[in-house]
């Protein structure tokens, strides 16, 4: 297998779009700094456990935890020679601590190192999406305050439909993110190492090394995964040659998931944007187009839509390797993942950047959304009006075909004739609803049900928990890449 370059994980989304902490987390110089300390894990607690390794080789390697470049230079060097990364890398280490050299790896299969520093990268790079998404829901519940009462017009099969506010709907995307962030805990709280298993999980090698005691194999198992800061408890019972691929599966589904919720949101921004009801932040220089001057496109919530649409589609990488594992292990899972965790983390990190961004700066043009919902309100309301007149002693058919017949008027006005809607104008003038305060019948407030009541709620019991969980690590990122 290829190491990768010497300056760290090459991609097209690492300098566009993923954040400096994330391409941290996947590069080099963080795997391969795994893999020593994971090295010197193995010695140390092999030393503790009565193997003759003396104090000096466990400095020697504590000395050289953190790879030069000139040693990642060497590494390749190896690796062309060797036609093996992890070879390659006890290697290199082994010319930089020379007295170690006859017990680095001691035992080891190449997915000690593999696994378990890939399980780490993971639960760091979980950690980073967790707390990504709760600033883009942090931003989100701020918005959903600030517009908690502010009714707009609703849809249902992108058709007119009862209204809500603007503060509810930014709520509801809200919402299912924190179902995502859920999930994300939840993954990232239950992932195990792999530990010291051995070439096909017998722990065959170790046994030999401890003379048949098994008990020494299993302290040694603990011991290793409690040096790199997970309960050794909590690891993996039974393994082949890697830990069960399926735990990739359950990650990159959670990731996609996620995607998914951005995908969605976005989508919603774009579709508002277009009813001149909500526009994303525009710089003072930016241009929306390149032939028309006057765009001004939603190009961020399109490329947070795109990166999600990524991410969503690499779910199925993880689900193909678990099911294609053969036996103990095959190699073909190798180059497939080398690309696939890396950049579903990748391109959602990036993601996550710009839905926060453009949560933090989101444009409500309240007239708009005025004047859109003015328009259908009257057909929404319909029935109200026709109950107020069947109180005032009118007969309740007659008043339904009028108000049936107004509607449909006014209705083909629009359509047929491009002409404003006039059916407000044509109710006045009816007869049947002489006495019916149109006012307020028509009043918005009264057609958004519960929705600054369950903003609240969600703030209350949603959002204020994920903000106190996430304390001081809410700061906002830089502005995204244009």
Not at 71 to 91: G, I, N, P, S, Y
Not at 274 to 286: G, I, S, T, V
Not at 437 to 445: G, S, V
Request: with cysteine.
């Amino acid at each position: 297998m290829p190491a990768d370059p010497a300056s760290g994980y090459v991609s097209p989304l690492t300098t566009r779009n993923a954040s400096p902490e994330m391409q941290a987390v996947w590069s080099d110089r963080r795997r391969f700094g795994l893999w020593r300390r994971l090295w010197l894990a193995l010695a140390q607690a092999e030393a503790d456990l009565g193997l003759p390794i003396s104090a000096e080789q466990i400095e020697a390697l504590r000395a050289h935890l953190d790879p030069t470049d000139a040693e990642l230079v060497r590494a390749k060097e190896h690796e062309a020679r060797l036609r093996h990364d992890v070879m390659a890398h006890v290697h290199a280490l082994g010319e930089s601590a020379p007295v170690a050299r006859p017990i680095i790896h001691l035992g080891a299969t190449s997915q000690f190192v593999n696994c378990n520093a890939e399980t780490v990268l993971i639960r760091e790079a979980l950690d980073l999406v967790c707390v990504k998404a709760a600033r883009v829901i942090d931003a989100l519940a701020g918005f959903a305050h600030a517009h908690r009462d502010t009714p707009t017009l609703a849809f249902t099969h992108y058709q007119p439909a009862q209204p809500t506010t603007v503060g509810r709907r930014a709520a509801g995307w809200a919402y299912d993110l924190s179902l995502c962030l859920e999930r994300l805990e939840t993954t990232r709280d239950s992932l195990r190492l792999r530990g010291v298993k051995g070439a096909t999980g017998t722990q065959a090698s170790f046994l030999a090394l401890f003379d048949g005691d098994a008990d020494k194999v299993d302290r040694l198992d603990a011991m290793v995964c409690a040096s790199l800061g997970f309960d050794p408890q909590h690891r993996h019972t039974l393994t082949g040659q890697t830990y069960p691929r399926v735990c990739d599966a359950f990650v990159l589904t959670d990731l996609a998931a996620t995607a998914s919720v951005i995908h969605k949101v976005c989508n919603d921004i774009r579709l508002l944007c277009n009813r001149k009801e909500l526009d994303e932040p525009f710089a003072e220089a930016q241009i929306g187009s390149s032939a028309m001057p006057y765009k001004r496109n939603p190009m961020r919530a399109e490329r947070a839509t795109g990166l999600a649409r990524f991410v969503m589609n690499l779910a199925s990488n993880a689900l193909d390797t678990a099911a294609t594992q053969w036996l103990e292990r095959t190699l073909d899972d190798s180059a497939n993942r080398r690309l696939s965790i890396p950049e579903s983390f990748l391109a959602l990190d990036g993601a996550l950047d710009l839905l926060h961004n453009i949560a933090g700066g989101l444009i409500v043009h309240e007239a708009t959304v005025r004047a859109n919902l003015a328009a259908e309100l009257p057909f929404l309301a319909s029935e109200n009006l026709m109950m107020a007149a069947v109180r005032l002693g009118r007969d309740r058919q007659e008043v339904h075909e009028a108000i049936r017949r107004h509607a449909q008027a006014a209705g083909a006005r629009v359509k047929d004739e491009g002409r404003p809607n006039d059916l407000i104008d044509r109710l006045r003038a009816e007869p049947l609803l002489a006495g019916v305060d149109l006012d307020a019948e028509l009043d918005p407030a009264r057609f958004v049900g519960l929705a600054p009541r369950q903003v609240d709620r969600f703030l209350e019991r949603i959002a204020e928990p994920i903000r106190s969980r996430y304390a001081g690590r809410l700061a906002p990122p830089a502005e995204p890449a244009v």
